[in-house]
């Protein structure tokens, strides 16, 4: 009798997080739709990785990062999630922005960690700061499997994103102290 009780009290919550990954997924792939190509590299600028962090943030890690593996698993297959920049299906986790998608997942994952503890003005923008610095780990370093050179995987992979990526960062934390509630977030 216990056992049927507590599988009718953790269904409802396996599915709202089912639901909540899955809203996560399609936030990243419209977030991905807007892109934008940039001279010098093959990897255009986009809102995803703002989307990755405010999903780890808002959902928690495993929540979050059971979106993002959603996301590579839909983009894989060959729906059109990723980016309107590059190549098709699978194929892209291999070519020049593989590395930073590989990495949503982890980013999303540690955004939500950092965010568990407390949505202070320091975490709130510590925890943006990881994930995005996560996302330009994993794709400077398939950048620099890819080109054989340091300097150019870092001139084409992280240099030009800069400068946006700082405003995500501020744009997630505010978005990040308004919405998370650390006693109601699916963790």
């Known amino acids: 009798m216990m056992l049927a009780s507590s599988r009718a009290v953790a269904l409802p919550a396996l599915r709202s997080r089912a639901l909540a990954a899955l809203a996560g997924a399609l936030a990243v792939a419209l977030a991905a739709q807007v892109a934008v190509?940039?001279?010098?590299?093959?990897?255009?600028?986009?809102?995803?990785?703002?989307?990755?962090?405010?999903?780890?943030?808002?959902?928690?890690?495993?929540?979050?990062?059971?979106?993002?593996?959603?996301?590579?698993?839909?983009?894989?297959?060959?729906?059109?999630?990723?980016?309107?920049?590059?190549?098709?299906?699978?194929?892209?986790?291999?070519?020049?922005?593989?590395?930073?998608?590989?990495?949503?997942?982890?980013?999303?994952?540690?955004?939500?960690?950092?965010?568990?503890?407390?949505?202070?003005w320091p975490r709130a923008l510590l925890s943006p700061a990881v994930g995005i610095a996560t996302i330009y780990a994993g794709g400077v370093a398939q950048l620099l499997v890819l080109t054989g050179s340091a300097s150019l995987a870092a001139a084409m992979g992280a240099a030009p994103f800069v400068a946006g990526d700082v405003l995500k960062v501020g744009v997630a934390a505010l978005l990040l102290r308004r919405f998370v509630n650390p006693s109601r977030a699916l963790r």
Request: proline share 12%; glycine share 16%; aromatic share 6%.
């Open 37 to 120: 190509p940039l001279p010098g590299t093959p990897v255009p600028m986009s809102l995803a990785p703002l989307a990755v962090v405010l999903v780890g943030g808002l959902l928690g890690a495993r929540v979050g990062a059971a979106a993002l593996v959603t996301y590579l698993v839909m983009g894989a297959v060959g729906l059109p999630v990723f980016a309107p920049v590059g190549l098709p299906g699978a194929a892209r986790l291999f070519g020049p922005t593989g590395g930073y998608l590989l990495a949503y997942p982890v980013a999303a994952a540690l955004s939500g960690a950092v965010t568990a503890r407390g949505a202070s």
